[in-house]
């Protein structure tokens, strides 16, 4: 069984990608922000995380950046789900860090998101 | 000195009488009484006055050779008196008739019977005389002209003064005229300078002193381009750029807004509308308006920034409503609801996509308002990037049962380095106009092709249309054309005016063909070779 980590400090958002994930066939890991998800992923190893950008305490952005320096994070399969437009500044070195997708909240159907995630490696 | 030899009486006699008749001044001796008669008369007096003998002229009385007879008794009235005259002037005339003028020098005497005579020497002077005459004649002319020309100067002080005078009203008017134009210019709220055609300061006003930072005294007479004028960055506006440059080479009027650098190094943002002063078609110069616009800046950057963030604070909500319905539209009992369940669901979903699109195009403008849209290219493929997006259609193209076609005219497009997400966004854009301004089993063609070194992408429909009058304003900010508020109420107005806005910044070009109830071609042109920069106003 695959497993997905969400970092997500909105819970009616975390709950509802945990449900359908769930649903689908997935074990899920939470973490409410880029500090705690730090520590699951390292933990956990996750075959993918579900990233926000805004959250408090570590934002998505030094969450990601700090992933990429150990062993797991270098290759790990990261989707950004922010309600962040991707021009904003901020945005430039979440690109430098490769994260596998970077969709809005906003604009992807959920059906969509689990397209996208059965299709990862 | 030798003594004189003893000579006879008639040798002496002889030598007095050789005298006086070889003597060229007349010598005679007359009788006084109002005509007198000559007594004695050497040659010489015959001579001057032209007598043929000495007989001739012993016949004829003193007052006859007179031009006025009345000088004669004066002459003789003035011996009488004096006992001599000398040196006088008589005015005489020849028994031919010549007027001359003699120089006579008389006395009177009397003989042993006391009988009274004249003796006179005379003297023609009338050469001497006409030459004083000329002499005085000329010296007449002389003062004559030197009166006329010191009349000339008198006039033309004169008029001098009077042209002073007129200058002196003209330059009592023309200060009433400038006190009126400084109070005028002073009391505008806008920086005035005008500068002639080489860019060099003629004028400059309170207001633009104290914005500048320069005093009209410093700067009258230099360029107003050697003032800095930079971007928001800091990076220097070069010469050809400037709107003083600009606005005499083009003739035309230039609105911009660059920082200004004061001369003690502070800036601020400053709009200079450059409007050239034309004679003849050529600008002779430009008046230039400036302002700061700080504040305006402020209000700008804050209301852009509270759209900005109430968008990303708006979305949140939207996009776990958007989410929720879409997880309860999985489920059996909404799947199995009643009809009108349903409906009223699909309602509810279709607002709060409205909602999301209205939140998206808002924080578009506010991003372009801002300048704040960062081009981040990659290497897209348009024509895969087309039929994505073509395929995704399908299914609002579906609805109305309208034909959406793809016609790929080069297959052989390369790859262009753009933001591809802006891109996507400006393709789905079109689309959807086209579909959704299309009438019900129409068809929607999306063409794709290249020419030259432009890739142009073209969406044509057959729907309602956009009027002439419409079409100028298709691109400006929350402008809907009445057919398309008549055909679809939902629209926000920004979806062309952010479209545009980023194929300008691409360096491409947006140009739309349409007739009323007929349909519209948009077509858009991007360069293969992008041009980097930023989205301004």
Redesign the interface.
Same mark, same amino acid.
């Given at each position: 069984m695959k497993k997905i980590l969400i970092v997500e400090d909105e819970l009616a958002y975390l709950k509802l990608l945990n449900n359908q994930l769930t649903k689908n066939g997935y074990k899920v890991v939470e973490a409410k922000n880029g500090k705690e998800g730090l520590l699951v992923a390292e933990k956990e190893h996750p075959d993918a995380i579900i990233l926000d950008i805004r959250m408090p305490v570590m934002s998505g952005i030094e969450m990601l950046t700090k992933l990429r320096k150990s062993n797991y994070g270098k290759t790990a399969n990261v989707i950004i789900l922010t309600n962040l437009e991707p021009d904003d500044e901020i945005l430039r070195s979440v690109l430098e860090d490769q994260p596998t997708y970077y969709l809005m909240k906003s604009d992807i159907h959920i059906t969509d998101l689990i397209n996208k995630i059965n299709k990862l490696s | 000195m030798d003594q004189l030899p003893h000579e006879s009486l008639s040798e002496i006699q002889e030598r007095y009488r050789s005298l006086v008749e070889n003597l060229q001044i007349g010598i005679y001796r007359n009788t006084p009484g109002p005509k007198g008669h000559f007594l004695e008369a050497n040659p010489a007096i015959i001579a001057m006055f032209e007598a043929k003998s000495k007989a001739e002229f012993m016949k004829h009385n003193v007052s006859d050779l007179y031009q006025n007879p009345n000088e004669r008794q004066e002459f003789v009235k003035e011996i009488l008196k004096k006992g001599q005259v000398k040196n006088k002037e008589i005015n005489l005339i020849t028994l031919k008739g010549k007027k001359i003028v003699g120089s006579v020098t008389a006395v009177m005497k009397k003989d042993k019977d006391g009988k009274i005579f004249f003796d006179g020497i005379i003297e023609n002077i009338t050469k001497h005389k006409k030459t004083e005459d000329e002499l005085y004649e000329y010296r007449k002319d002389l003062e004559t002209r030197v009166k006329s020309r010191t009349q000339e100067l008198e006039n033309t002080k004169e008029a001098m003064l009077n042209v002073m005078e007129d200058l002196e009203k003209a330059k009592g008017i023309i200060e009433v005229k400038n006190a009126k134009d400084e109070a005028m210019l002073a009391s505008i709220g806008e920086g005035i300078v005008a500068v002639d055609n080489l860019g060099k300061v003629m004028i400059m006003n309170k207001v633009a002193e104290n914005m500048l930072g320069w005093k009209t005294k410093e700067m009258l007479g230099k360029k107003i381009t050697d003032l800095k004028l930079e971007n928001e960055d800091g990076t220097f506006i070069p010469f050809n750029r400037r709107p003083t440059t600009r606005a005499l080479s083009t003739g035309a009027t230039i609105k911009v807004t660059y920082f200004f650098v004061r001369k003690d190094n502070t800036r601020f943002p400053m709009a200079i509308t450059a409007t050239p002063i034309k004679l003849n078609k050529k600008a002779i110069g430009l008046i230039e308006i400036i302002r700061d616009v700080t504040e305006e800046l402020e209000i700008d950057k804050a209301k852009s920034e509270f759209v900005s963030l109430a968008s @990303?604070q708006l979305?949140?909500p #939207?996009? %776990?409503i *958007?989410?929720?319905l879409?997880?309860l539209n999985e489920e059996a009992y909404i799947k199995n609801a009643p009809d009108n369940v349903q409906k009223y669901f699909n309602e509810i979903f279709k607002s709060n996509e409205r909602v #999301?699109s209205l939140?998206?195009d808002l #924080?578009s403008v506010s991003?372009i308002d801002q300048g @704040?849209? *960062?081009n %981040?290219p990659k290497l897209t493929d348009v024509t895969k990037m087309v039929k994505n997006i073509a395929d995704q259609m399908k299914i609002l193209a579906r609805k109305d049962d309208i034909a959406l076609t793809l016609d790929i005219k080069n297959k052989e497009i390369p790859l262009i380095n753009i933001?591809s #997400?802006?891109l996507h966004e400006v393709i789905e854009n079109l689309v959807t106009n086209a579909i959704v301004y299309s009438n019900p089993k129409g068809i929607v063609k999306i063409t794709i092709d290249q020419k030259d070194d432009n890739i142009i992408l073209s969406v044509e429909d057959h729907g309602v249309g956009i009027s002439k009058k419409d079409q100028v304003k298709l691109f400006t900010k929350f402008f809907r054309s009445q057919n398309a508020i008549t055909k679809n109420t939902e629209g926000s107005g920004l979806g062309l005016y952010v479209v545009k806005s980023y194929i300008d910044v691409w360096g491409g070009k947006i140009t739309v063909k349409s007739t009323e109830g007929k349909g519209s071609t948009f077509s858009i042109r991007l360069p293969i070779k992008m041009k980097e920069g930023e989205i301004n106003k």
């Open positions: - | @990303h979305r949140t #939207l996009g %776990i *958007k989410w929720y879409e997880a #999301l939140v998206r #924080l991003r @704040h849209v *960062k %981040i933001d #997400l802006r």
